[in-house]
Structure formats: structure tokens, C-alpha cells
């Protein structure tokens, strides 16, 4: 049999019809739980990097004021130029250390994120249903 156009829908039968149009809404249903799972995962990842991003920023103005209060008490340039590499160090470490999290983060949201839509569209692929 052919497919149901506008010309010969009516040749058709009322089952196949019923049973494609039940196909064509469970693949709806499921597109938007889907879409929705999706959404919600995405609210809490985009909550949790704000989050992290909060933290961050409040360590650093921490960091920052405790550098410059350490420079402030130095006694010789000697002593300012060793305590100045060493916060250079710890700085660049702790900037390293702080954006490989963050990209874990953003990793771990986006996977998440996208993870309802790429089983909907595998289950759609297979044939199946979630």
C-alpha cells in the first residue's frame, strides 16, 4: 500500500490511520518528557556553574586581599620579590586547578543536558520507546 497523501487518505484504512496517528503521538509525548527532562537538567547545571562561579570570584577577592595584605608587610625587596613569585605560582596553579572544574562542570551540564534528547533520539532510531 502507499503511503496517505491529501488525494487518497480516504482509501485508506481507519486503522492504519488510528495506528500511525497513535505512533506520531506517543512520539510527541515522548519528544516533549524529553525536551522537559532536558530543560530541568539544564536549569540545575546552569545553577550549579553559577554557583561554582560565585565561589570562585569570592576566593579570589580572598586571595587577593590576603596577597596584598602579605605584600604589604614585607621588610626588604628580597623579600617582596620571593613572596611576589611565589603568589605568581600559586596563583597560575590555582587558575589551572579552577578552570579544569569549571570545564568539568560545563562538561558534566551539557552531557547532562543533553542526555534525555539523545536516548529519544536513539529510542526513535531503534524503534522503541523510553
Known amino acids: 500500500m502507499t503511503e496517505p497523501t491529501p488525494d ?5 484504512p481507519s486503522d492504519t490511520l488510528n495506528k500511525d496517528g497513535m505512533a506520531a503521538q506517543t512520539l510527541m509525548k515522548d519528544g516533549h518528557a524529553a525536551m522537559t527532562e532536558s530543560g530541568a537538567a539544564a536549569k540545575a547545571g546552569v545553577q ?5 562561579y560565585q565561589e570562585l570570584a569570592t576566593k579570589n577577592v580572598h586571595n587577593l586581599t590576603a596577597a596584598v595584605q602579605a605584600l604589604s608587610a614585607v621588610k626588604s625587596p628580597t623579600e617582596f620579590f620571593e613572596l611576589q613569585q611565589k603568589l605568581i605560582k600559586d596563583g597560575v596553579q590555582a587558575a589551572m586547578a579552577d578552570s ?3 570545564a568539568e562542570l560545563t562538561t558534566a551540564a551539557f552531557t547532562a543536558a543533553f542526555e534525555p534528547v539523545k536516548k529519544q533520539i536513539e529510542a526513535v532510531r531503534n524503534g522503541t520507546r523510553n
Open 8 to 12: 487518497n487518505i480516504a482509501a485508506f
Open 48 to 52: 550549579e556553574l553559577t554557583k561554582a
Open 100 to 102: 579544569r572544574h569549571i
